[in-house]
Structures are given as C-alpha cells and as structure tokens.
C-alpha cells in the first residue's frame, strides 16, 4: 500500500514497545459484537494509481465537458477563465495540506492571504468588515439570516421573489427548524417586486438579490432607508461576483450584510462545489459575525503578524451560545479567489466585468431576434432571462441532444409553476464566443 | 514600494531590543524567510497581472446603476504574484512537511492522484445544472462513493450535501428534529445530551435548533457514564450527541448499552464521526446502534484541510432517519441516473434543503479516489496502523509526560499537564517550543474535560523512523521542562519560527480585520531604514 510507512517488521516492534501481542489487542475496548473479523465485504481491494485514474476517466467520458461545447449556464454558478497561476498556487503542499491556522507562528501564510482576502471582500462589497468565508453563497445567506435575527431580536424574515430559488429553500429550511418565520415572495420574473411596504416592525432583515435570479439590477437605496426606518437589516446577496466590478456595490445602497457566491474568480464550476461563500457587514455588527476571522497585530518581537481573532463568537470557545456552529470553512477556494483576484487588479477585474456585459448584451440581443422569443429583463449583467414560445424543459434537453448547453430552464429550479414554464435563463461570460453563440442561436430557431 | 522589512506597519509594538531573535540582516529577511508586505502595499496602477481584450462597446444595460469609483484593488504583474504567495506559503507548516499531531483534526497524507482526478476535463468542469443527461457519470459517482460510505458504516441512507462536519451535524440533527415531528414528539422532546468532551459544534448545532444541551460526565475512564446517562434520559430527551472513539480517544466500550438505553427511552443517537479514522473498515457504527453520523472527507477521506477548508461532512442514516434525508439525492431509473432536487414534485423529506446543488463534488471525487486506492483492505490496514502508531506513541512518552487515562487508546494519545507541574512551563509553553523543534503542536487545552490537555493524532501516515524522532523531541523537551530551571526558556519559544508568539489579546482588544491606506506607514527605504 503506497500510502502506509509501516512495515511488518515495524508494526511487531512497536507492538514490542506497547507490550501488546497483537493489534486486536488495542481495540479491546470494542464490544465483541461489534468487532469485524475481516475486511468489510462488498468492496473491492486497493488498487494502483492508473487504475484509479482509469475509473475516473470512465466516469468522466459519461459526462458532457462545458469546455467543449457551447456553454451558457449560470444561475449561481458561473464558467470563467481561471488564470494557470491560481490552480498552481492552490496546489503548493503548505497551503493546500496545512489545518486551521490555530498555531499563528507557522501559519502566518494562510493567515495573512486570509487577511487580504478580507480586505478584497470589503473592496468589492463596499462594506466594513468581513470574514474569512463561509463554505458557499448559499449557506452564507441563511447564516446572514440568523444574524440578522440576532442583531434585531426579531423573529421575521423577508425574502425576495428575486433570490435564487436554492437560497430560498435553504431559508426556508432553517426557518422551520431554527424556529423563525420566512415570509417568501412569488418568483419576480419582471424584477418589479417592491418590498417596502411589507417591511414592519417585526422584520429582522429582507434578502434582495443584485442582479437577481432572472438577471435584474436592482437600486436598493429606498429599500434599505426603509428597513433602517423599521429597525431591520438589508441582507444583499450576490450569486455572480463579477457584476461589482460593474454594478454600484451593495455597501453604497445600504446593506447591512452582504453574501456573496465567490466561485466566480479562481474557482472552477465543479458540478456545485466546493466553492467559497463571501461575508461581509457593518463594523457595528462585527462581533455578531459567524465565521472565522482574521486580524493584525504584533508578536513578541513587535513585528506585524496576523491571527485568528474575537474567537469568542465561535463554537469552540462559546459551545451553545456561538454566533454558529461553522467550523470548517472554505479557505482554499478563498486563496483561489484572492490569487485570482490579484492577478485581475483593479484595472483587470473592471475590465473582465465590462467583458461579460458586453457579451451577454450581444447574446440577449441576438436571442431576443429570434421569431417567438421575448426578452424579460430590461437590465441585466451577464444574464438575463427569456420568454419562450413553448416550454423551456424540453427545449435545453434537444439543445442538449445537439451538444449544446443552452442554458437553464428556470422549471428545474421553480417546479410545477406554469407561469415559469417556458422561461429560460441564459448568461454569457468572457468564455463566450462567436463558436458558441452561433450554434445557439441557430439549434433555438431549429427547436422552437 | 513600501516594505514590511520594518517591525510594524498597521501595529505599533515595542521591539525586544537584546534578543538573539533580533533582526540582525539589513533587509530584515532570514535567509528562506523573506518578509513580504500585503498585496495593498506592493501594487501600482497600469500594472495587471491578466491580458484581456479590449471589451466592445456596448450600451449599458445596469439600470442607472454604473459602479463609480475606484474599488482599490492593488495591480501587480503575474510574477509578482507567484512572488507574493510563494513566499507566503513558505510561512505555513504543512502535512507535506512532516508529522502534524494534532488530534482530532487527522493530519494525514493527501495523495496528489485525488488532486489529479478531481480535475479531470468531465468532472472538475461541470456545471451543477447541466441537464441531468449530460451529467451521468457524475452521478454515478457520487452514488459509488455513497455506496462506500454505507458499506463502511453499515448503515442504509446516507446525505451527500452537507459541505463540512459542522453542518453535517445541522442535517443529521434536523433530520432528529423532523422524525420527532413525525412522531408528534418535537414539543415535547426538547433536551439533547452531550458528554463534557464533546466538540463545541455539538452543543453549537443543538442549541441552535433550540434544544437544550445537557451535559453528561465521564467516569474515572474517560468514557460515559453510563448510569448517569441513564439518569438523564427522559420522555424530555430528544438525542444523544456522542463522539466515539469519543475525545479522548478512547472507544465507548458501553456503546452498545448507551444506544439501547437511549432507544429505549424514545431518543436518537447522534454520532459525531470525526475520529471515524480509528474504526473504518473494522467497526461498522450501524452495529452500535447509531442512527445517524456525520463523517469529515476531509479527515478520514484524507480530503486537503486547505488551510481550514473546503471539507464535505456526508451524514451516514439509519432506517428511521433515512425518510427525513434532506434534497438533494440520486436516484437510478432504469439505466438512467437523477436528481432528487426540487421539494414540491418528489414526494418526500419534510426536512428541506441544506445547501445549493449536490454537495461538495470536488472532494467527492478525492474522497473515492482515496477509498478505491486503499480498497477495503487498505483502509482495515489504515485505521490498524493510526491506532497503532498513537498507541506507540502513548507507550514511548508515558515515563516522562502524563497520560490523562489508562490504555489503550486509539487513534489519539491524550496527555494532561500534570508532568509539567510545578516546572513553570504550560501546556502552550510546551507547544510551542514544539514549534522550534520543527513540528505542528498536538491540539491543546482539548477537551475541556483534561487539565492542560494534549492531544496527539500521528495517524497511519508517518514512517516510524519520523515517529521516532519526533518522540525524541518531545522526550527531551520534557526532560528540559523537568530541570525546573527551563521556564523562561520554554516562555520564549518559538524563537526560529516566521514569527514568535503573537499579541492575541491586542488583536481581539482592537480588531483590526481589513487593511486600509490609513494603516500603511509613509514609503520607506527598507535598506537604508534598517542601516540607520
């Protein structure tokens, strides 16, 4: 087994050294009933490394590569060019196979890209503060849910019709066994939704999406000032984290907490995960923050360094009264995304944004000239949504037939609601070219 | 370009003037160990570390609503970035470094072949909503690996998408929480039990549901007490949350009862899986009564730490917690595989959702590979040699530190401080002259039930030739501890690392979390600031 050091030899010696004549000796302590003679059956034996890697190009072979196809998926998940430098960065043994930095002295690497990483979270939200991530954007928003309740004491959560129908379940979900209410709008397919009147004094915090689900930009400033009014927090979440680079930053319109999904910049799609959930709020709120964070400060020779701080939040310092129970976080994707993000700079990330607007105007027009299809968003980023003149379903599973993939028909996610029957949701990052867009636009005209 | 070459730039701190730590090279840099500044402090506008085309011109379509003004990203070059972060990773200590004992955490080697694999084109670039048609052999893996973790743990349902153990526990103890439900019980059932020893996420993920945690004390062993546990159970019961090999890694030799008293009284068991590295592919859990346990790819699946993440925390199901299983999960039709994902047209779990999409498919795709490289064989031989290797480990520095219980233990070896009393040094002292004998301390001050705790894990990956000699330095460094003359020494330490010990008190009294143009001190020459 070329994974395990010991020899034969070495395991009777050390046996030696314990004074025990066999390894079933050392789990003694395991009930009798329980002790399997054996090896486990219904496995199979160990195997070499081309055979394992076999396997996985087998089970590769079954799967469609967006990289060889025309591409147009988003919803919450976004393809890009990661630069090679990213994924070797993230490969270096003392970043990727190092713990926690509990022990800052020997881990002022991961600590002080943590401390940029924080820095750049800030930068792009417009926001004080931020931590050192969650594991995704979609379990960040139900954290920021939870701190909004603590924060206001208050028990009642609005959600927007615009936010992923993912996040919503995930709200709804710890709402019901968290014990609070989620008030839940209908699917804003238009992005014309005004929460303002619904907002009381009962409301913890509403959760607005930016650019929503079906591709909206929305200004929240009124919404916001509204809230603030009621005493309650604007939670604005942000799926596609190259649109602030474009798109007025949610800390200008006056949120109180910002959630965003980082995969966008150095990580790759990964069927789901594992990606990177950014967090960010108002200073005052600071303390009432889940999640790990980093601070500065000097050591016994008074040189800067970086730490793991206000540890009194967490689970293994506060136990039952953390702020959460997160532990675990994403910091390798946070290093992928801060590296990539480095390497973009101010001018670069700009740049990639205007890209992806340019690219998806040019696809939303081009799709919004084929007979029968209706373009719904008046604004958009890098996705917008359609009408199409039948159901969407059927239409990206014979795109798919032609080895396209043509988007996301919003019933997968919105189940047994005719009214998003036949809308489909399209985006277009810089990976998109006229190769993809093309063979789209032309297989649409030959479905519809 | 300002430097960090200098003692502070957003702290000011006193220097320790005198030192034989103090910098003595005119750039502050030692040899290897290069001070590097924050990426805010390197970048120059017109510099980018990325070519990108001119983007056509387009109408804006932002709704009004033009981002204006600088973000204040930093603009560097690619070699300045592949500079920057080199250097910073050459700050970090790392498995692929050498023995990294901290228990509970299973430090052990992460073979690059499950990095290779996780990034094959077809699986490391497939977006979760592809059609299900496009995406067959990426769910027949994750069904595969869902296949491995019921064998193993010989229980019928498992749930593929919490991302890490923390939220593994959420799902497994919502899934309490419905199954009560469905019994009519939730009201009335509201107290969950936890050992003094218990990870903080138990009591953290309890109380969050609203339970009340109520904790249960060990016996002179190290283990549950078991009367005492039978004592607390109750109609008012609604689950127990028990690690096993519990923290002080020790087997719960009563387990079997524990789980039948607790069936008894109505209630469910939770297990916490993390220390499942000691028992894969020799104890199944399903035979010791669990209904349900979380376990951390990122531990036993030898999935990469990262430096505090990603991780993926499945959670194992029994029988009775299967139908309260959270969206999403893979079902075979036929020949054809599927999602489970929307709630309104699966008839099916009242729990929810936990998380977008399907799990952390990335460590997924290394957790297998890890499984299929050891087979079922390998992992029997992995978890026989962890539990070995820290049994030869509390055999060899049993004369000179104090074990905190009598053995054998398994996978981890749990000192108290008793053999450091009266010396002056403490259990941090004693870690961090670890440090500067070249090793990642053994977890400290955990658990909270042992007096200045340390928690060693060496698991199955080190050579013994590697065991030895870390055994030697701990050996000696007890014995210097022992002279009684060496505190002041010990309250030095470290003194070789890229920093010594850290003002954490000041980081925690004014947080400073975020860099910002006002922290940075004015440009200094680094060569001519350190001649003066």
Known sequence: ?448 | MASSQDRSQGRSGGIVSGGATEAVTFTGNRALQIEEPLIFEMGQPGRCGVDLPEPPKVKDRLNGLRRSGDIGLPGLSEPQVVQHYTRLSQKNYAIDMGVYPLGSCTMKHNPRLNEKVARLPGIGDLHPLQPVSTVQGALELIDRLAHWLKTLTGMPAVAMSPAAGAHGEMCGMMAIAAALEARGERAQRKVVLAPESAHGTNPATAAALGFTVKPIPANETGRVDLAALKAALGPDVAAIMLTNPNTCGLFESEIVEISTAVHAAGAYFYCDGANFNAIAGRVRPGDLGVDCMHINLHKTFSTPHGGGGPGAGPVVLSAALAPYAPYPWIVKDGETWRVAEDDAKVAGTPLGRLKAFHGQMGMFTRALAYMMSHGADGLKQASEDAVLSANYVMAALKDVMSPAFDGPCMHEALFDDSFLKDTGVSTLDFAKAMIDEGYHPMTMYFPLVVHGAMLIEPTESQAKEDLDLFLGALRSLAAKAKTGTAAEAFKAAPLYAPRRRLDETLAARKPILRWKPSNNPPETDPVKQAAE
Not at chain 1, 11 to 33: C, K, T
Not at chain 1, 133 to 146: I, P, R
Not at chain 1, 183 to 206: H, M, N, Q, R, W
Request: hydrophobic share 45%.
């Open chain 1, 1 to 448: 087994m070329r994974y395990l050091p010991l020899t034969d030899a070495d395991r009777r010696e050390m046996l030696g050294v314990i004074g025990a004549r066999s390894v079933d000796e050392l789990f003694r302590d395991v009930p009798e009933s329980a002790r399997l003679g054996a090896k486990i059956a219904g496995l199979p034996d160990h195997q070499g490394e081309l055979e394992v890697e076999r396997a996985f190009q087998a089970y590769a072979a079954k799967n469609l590569s967006p990289a060889s196809v025309p591409f147009f998926i988003g919803a919450g998940a976004y393809r890009h060019h990661v630069p090679a430098t990213v994924d070797y960065m993230i490969q270096r043994g003392e970043f990727l196979t190092s713990y926690t930095p509990y022990q800052p002295e020997i881990t002022q690497g991961t600590l002080q890209y943590l401390f940029e990483f924080q820095t750049q979270i800030t930068m792009l939200t417009g926001m004080d503060v931020a931590n050192a991530s969650m594991y995704d954007g979609s379990t960040g928003t139900s954290e920021a849910v939870l701190m909004a309740n603590r924060v206001t004491r208050r028990h009642k959560a609005l959600v927007s019709g615009g936010l992923h129908p993912q996040y919503r379940r995930i709200i709804e979900t710890a709402a019901k066994w968290e014990g609070f209410v989620a008030v839940v709008g209908k699917p804003d397919v238009e992005g014309l939704e005004d929460l303002i009147a619904a907002v009381d004094k009962e409301t913890s915090c509403v959760v607005v999406q930016n650019p929503s689900f079906f591709g909206h930009v929305r200004d929240f400033a009124k919404l916001a000032a509204a809230c603030h009014a009621a005493g309650a927090l604007l939670i604005v979440v942000v799926t596609e984290v190259v649109s602030l680079g474009l798109i007025t930053p949610p800390g200008e319109m006056g949120a109180d907490i910002v959630v965003c999904e980082g995969q966008s910049i150095g990580n790759g799609l990964g069927f789901g995960g594992p990606y990177v959930g950014l967090f960010a709020t108002r200073e005052k709120y600071m303390r009432q923050m889940p999640g790990r964070l980093v601070g500065e400060t000097v050591d016994a020779d008074g040189k800067r360094g970086f730490v793991l701080t206000l540890s009194t939040r967490e689970q293994h310092i506060r136990r039952e009264k953390a702020t959460s129970n997160i532990c675990t976080n994403a910091g390798l994707c946070a290093l992928a995304f801060t590296v990539h993000l480095t390497l973009l700079g101010e001018a670069g990330f700009r740049r990639l944004a205007e890209i992806n607007h340019a690219k998806a105007s040019e696809l939303a027009d081009r799709v919004a000239a084929i007979p029968g299809v209706k373009l719904l968003n008046e604004s958009f980023f890098n996705e917008f949504t359609v009408r199409l003149p039948k159901p969407a379903a059927p239409v990206v599973e014979a795109l798919a037939a032609r080895r396209i993939l043509g988007g996301l028909p919003v019933s997968r996610l919105i189940p047994n609601d005719p009214s998003v029957e036949n809308l489909l949701l399209l985006a277009a990052t810089e990976t998109a070219t006229e190769y993809g867009m093309g063979p789209l636009v032309a297989a649409l005209k030959e479905v519809l």
